[in-house]
């Protein structure tokens, strides 16, 4: 059973960090995997934001480049540092898991999900 708990948000004035942990049970001895984080602000679509595969891998959405990193910590519990922070990165966010060799920012190939965890950027 894949358990996911995001921890971490908050609000923070632009220009500020904040860090992120999903916390994952259930991923090891099941095959090449990725791990996601997911945006969704208000009346849009939720968006990839970074994702990092078992081996290691990541890959970022263009508008976080230079900005925010992801990475595992113990095991399979995930960091999202998120550095320089603006207004527009304000939404609520997941994490999100799939067992799969290929990556992917398309929400709807994600199977499990966590709660989520609010972030509030204020300019």
């Known amino acids: 059973q894949v358990q996911l708990a995001e921890s971490g948000g908050g609000s923070v004035q632009a220009g500020g960090s904040l860090r992120l942990s999903c916390a994952a049970s259930?991923?090891?001895?099941?095959?090449?995997?990725?791990l996601a984080w997911f945006r969704q602000a208000p009346g849009k679509e939720r968006e990839g934001v970074a994702l990092?595969?078992?081996?290691?891998?990541t890959i970022y959405a263009d508008s976080v480049k230079g900005r925010f990193t992801i990475s595992w910590e113990n095991g399979d519990n995930t960091l999202l540092q998120m550095n320089s922070l603006k207004p527009e990165d304000t939404a609520m966010y997941y994490c999100?898991?799939?067992?799969?060799?290929?990556?992917?920012?398309?929400?709807?190939?994600?199977?499990?999900w966590g709660q989520g965890t609010q972030v509030t950027v204020s300019s």
């Open positions: 999100a898991a799939r067992f799969s060799p290929t990556a992917t920012f398309s929400p709807q190939m994600y199977k499990y």
């Open positions: 259930g991923l090891t001895a099941r095959g090449p995997y990725y």
């Open positions: 990092i595969g078992s081996r290691g891998s």
